[in-house]
C-alpha cells in the first residue's frame, strides 16, 4: 500500500478499515494509480491496439485528439465521473449526428474500460449514460437508368467498379483491394481478400465475413475483361490491382473521391450520391428479388443477417405495392365496383383464395353485419 499521512490515529484506522475492505472484495486500487491523467491513459489505451486496422487505430487517435483531450487532457482519471461523461456526449450530440456520437463514445469507453483493466480506477464513470437515437441513414435506391447515366459519366475503366458495389455489394475498400488474382472470368466470380485502406495500405477485409466469393453477371465479367485488356494484364500480374489511378497507382480515396466520383455524380445528376450507398442498393435488390437471407448475408459479408436486414436494406415501393396485392389475395378480397348512390356491389369472391370464401362469411358476421344484412338485403355480406 502507499504510504499515507494521518492527522490523528481513529483517521488512519478508518483508512485502513476501508482498505481492507476493498482488498477482501477485490476491488483495491492503488491510491496514486487514479492521479493519472486522461491524456496519460489515453495514451496507454493507443499504444495498447497494436492489433488494430491502421485505419481504425487513426480515427481513434483523431477521435481523442479532436474531442476528448481538449477537454480532459490535464484532469485526473479517477475525478471523471458519470455526470462529466454524460455532460460531454450531450454537449456532442449538439454538434455531430448521432452515428457519430456512437463512435466517439464507444472509444471514449474503451478508454475507461482499459484504465479498470489496469487497475487504474475501480468502476467505469461510462455506465449508463444515455446516448442520442440514432436512426438509420437515409440511403437511395436509384432506378436502372440512373445507375445507367453514372456508369457513364465514370466511363468504362471506372464503371466496373461501380458496377461491383451495386451488383456485388463490395465496399470501396475492397473494389479498391481487388487484385488481378482475385477475379475469375471464366467461372465468373469475385474473390475477396484484402482491402485497401485510406491510409494507402493493404490489409484483411473488415471482418472474417468480409472475406467471400461471390458470382457476378457475365455482362459484368465482360466489362472486366476489357478493362484488363486495356491495361494489358495477363494471369502472369496475379498481384496487380483491377482498379488504380491515371496514374497507375493505388487509389486514394479522397483524391478519386474527388477527382472521379463526385464529378461523375454531378454530372449524372445525382449529386451527393456516396458510394457507400452502393452497397445499401445491393442488399435491397437481394431483398427485393427474393434471394434467401443466407444467401444475401454471405454475398454482403456481414456476420449477421440482421445487419443486411436492419442496416443496409430498404423497403421498396414496388415491394410495399406488391405486398398490399398479396395480403388481399390471402384474405379472397377484389376491388369492390361502388355506386354512387348505395353500399358497395355484391364481389364474387376469389376462387384461388387460400381462405374459403363461405369461411370468411361465417367468420365475418358478427351481429352489426348480421343486423346489416337483415335490413339491407342488396348489401354486400363480406363488406
Given amino acids: 500500500m502507499a504510504n499515507e499521512t494521518f492527522r490523528a490515529k481513529v483517521d488512519a484506522l ?13 476491488s483495491w486500487v492503488e ?22 486496422r491502421t485505419s481504425s487505430r487513426l480515427r481513434d487517435e483523431s477521435i481523442m485528439r479532436t ?32 452515428s457519430s456520437v456512437g463512435r466517439m463514445y464507444s472509444a471514449l469507453r474503451a ?3 482499459y484504465a479498470v483493466a489496469a487497475e487504474l480506477i475501480v468502476r467505469s464513470p461510462c455506465a449508463g449514460v444515455r446516448l ?3 436512426g438509420l441513414v437515409d440511403r437511395p435506391v436509384l432506378t436502372a437508368e440512373q445507375l445507367q447515366r453514372l456508369a457513364e459519366a465514370l466511363g468504362p475503366d471506372e464503371a466496373p467498379m461501380m458496377w461491383l458495389g451495386v451488383v456485388g455489394g463490395l ?5 479498391a483491394g481487388l487484385a488481378l488474382s482475385g477475379l475469375d472470368l471464366l467461372a465468373r ?65 479522397s483524391n ?8 461523375a455524380c454531378d454530372a449524372a445528376g445525382l449529386s451527393g450520391l456516396r458510394f457507400h450507398d452502393l452497397r445499401s442498393m445491393a442488399a435491397t435488390a437481394l431483398v427485393a428479388s427474393g434471394v434467401d437471407v443466407k444467401t444475401a448475408q454471405t454475398r454482403m459479408g456481414h456476420s449477421s443477417p440482421s445487419v443486411t436486414l436492419g442496416v443496409y436494406a430498404r423497403a421498396t415501393a414496388e415491394g410495399d405495392r406488391a405486398a398490399a396485392e398479396a395480403v388481399s389475395r390471402y384474405f379472397g378480397r377484389e376491388r369492390a365496383v361502388r355506386s354512387s348512390t348505395g353500399p358497395p356491389a355484391r364481389t364474387t369472391p376469389v376462387t384461388n383464395s387460400p381462405v374459403p370464401a363461405a369461411r370468411y362469411r361465417v367468420a365475418s358476421a358478427t351481429p352489426a353485419t348480421r343486423a346489416h344484412s337483415q335490413t339491407s338485403r342488396g348489401g354486400d355480406e363480406q363488406r
Avoid: M, N
Avoid at 478508518?14 to 477485490?26: M, Q, T
Avoid at 494509480?33 to 491496439?49: H, P, Q, R, Y
Fill in 14 to 26: 478508518v483508512w485502513l478499515s476501508r482498505a481492507e475492505a476493498d482488498i477482501s472484495r477485490g
Fill in 171 to 175: 465496399r470501396w475498400a475492397e473494389c
Fill in 111 to 113: 478508454v475507461f474500460s
Fill in 132 to 134: 442520442p437515437k440514432a
Fill in 31 to 52: 491510491p496514486t494509480a487514479g492521479k493519472l491523467t486522461v491524456s496519460e491513459v489515453v495514451s496507454g489505451w493507443l499504444a495498447s491496439g497494436s492489433t488494430k
Fill in 67 to 98: 474531442h476528448v483531450l481538449p477537454a480532459w487532457a490535464d484532469r485526473q482519471v479517477a475525478r471523471v465521473k458519470r455526470a462529466d461523461i454524460q455532460a460531454l456526449v450531450d454537449r456532442w450530440a449538439t454538434e455531430h449526428a448521432p
Fill in 189 to 253: 466470380t469475385v474473390s475477396v481478400s484484402q482491402q485497401l485502406g485510406r491510409d494507402g495500405l493493404l490489409g484483411e477485409p473488415k471482418s472474417r465475413a468480409g472475406r467471400r466469393r461471390l458470382s457476378i453477371p457475365e455482362w459484368l465479367a465482360d466489362d472486366l475483361a476489357a478493362l484488363l485488356a486495356r491495361r494489358a494484364l495477363t494471369a502472369a500480374d496475379g498481384g496487380a490491382l483491377v482498379f488504380v489511378s491515371a496514374e497507375g497507382q493505388p487509389l486514394h480515396y
Fill in 256 to 263: 478519386w473521391r474527388r477527382r472521379t466520383w463526385v464529378l
